[in-house]
C-alpha cells in the first residue's frame, strides 16, 4: 500500500510512518518530493478541516494514489481563537529563516498586557484523507495549553518556543521530539487517521 502525504517536509513522514506501523498498517509513506511536478494548493479555506481536504483532494487526483494532508495551527482565545488557519503567515509573507520569528513577536506583542489566566490557548491540527475512488476521513487534534511571554527551547518550530501545553512546566520546544509527538495536536489527529486507515485495509 502507498500513501502520499502532501507535504515537502521530510520529518513528517517518519511520523506517519511510525503511528501506521503501530496502528498495524504496512504502507510506504511518500512524500511530494517523489512528485516533483505535483501542485503547489494554496490554503485558501478558513478552517483546518478545508485546506487539509483542499490539498488531499488536489494530490490524491494528481498521483491516483491514497493522499494525506494536514493543517495546523494556534488558536488563542484572547485573539478570538486567531491566528488560526492564518498561523503560518499572521505576520505577513518573510523569507523562510524570519517567517517564524515574525509570527511570535507578533502573538507576543498582541498578547504584552495579558494576564497568566486570559492566555489559554491551543495548538489545533486537522489531518484529511483522500482515496482516488473518492472516499474522504478527516480527523482532529488538539493540544491544549498556554502562552508564555518569553520564548524558552530549541526544539521544534513556529509558536512552540512559547507554548506550555496543559500538565507541563516545559514549552513545547523544550520537550523531545518523541515527547512532543505523543501529546501534540498532529499526534493526536494522525493517530486517529491510522486507525480510520488500519479498519479500512
Known amino acids: ?4 502525504l502532501a507535504t515537502r517536509n521530510a520529518k513528517k513522514v517518519p511520523e506517519l510512518r511510525a503511528i501506521l506501523a503501530d496502528a498495524g498498517v504496512s504502507a510506504e509513506v511518500l512524500s511530494l518530493d517523489a512528485f516533483p511536478d505535483a501542485p503547489e494548493v494554496p490554503e485558501t479555506e478558513p478552517s483546518f478541516v ?3 481536504l483542499l490539498k488531499a483532494r488536489a494530490i490524491a487526483a494528481h ?7 494536514d493543517d495546523s495551527g494556534l488558536s488563542v482565545e484572547e485573539l478570538r481563537g486567531m491566528p488560526g488557519v492564518l498561523s503560518a503567515r499572521w505576520a ?5 529563516d524570519d517567517q517564524d ?4 513577536e507578533l502573538v507576543l506583542d498582541q498578547l504584552a498586557d495579558t494576564p497568566p489566566e486570559r492566555r489559554a490557548g491551543a495548538f489545533v ?4 484523507l483522500v482515496l482516488p475512488d473518492g472516499t474522504e476521513v478527516v480527523t482532529e487534534g488538539e493540544m491544549r495549553g498556554r502562552v508564555i511571554r518569553e520564548p524558552r527551547g530549541e526544539n521544534g518550530f513556529g509558536y512552540d518556543p512559547v507554548f ?7 514549552t513545547t520546544a523544550e520537550l523531545s521530539p518523541q515527547e ?13 487517521l491510522a486507525a480510520e486507515i488500519a479498519a479500512m485495509v
Open 1 to 4: 500500500m502507498k500513501i502520499v
Open 50 to 52: 478545508g485546506n487539509a
Open 63 to 69: 498521483t491516483g494514489l491514497p493522499a494525506v494532508a
Open 92 to 96: 505577513g509573507r518573510f523569507g523562510a
Open 101 to 104: 520569528r515574525a509570527n511570535l
Open 125 to 128: 491540527c486537522a489531518a484529511a
Open 164 to 170: 506550555v501545553p496543559e500538565g507541563e512546566s516545559r
Open 180 to 192: 512532543k509527538n505523543a501529546i501534540s495536536h498532529r499526534g493526536i489527529a494522525f493517530r486517529k
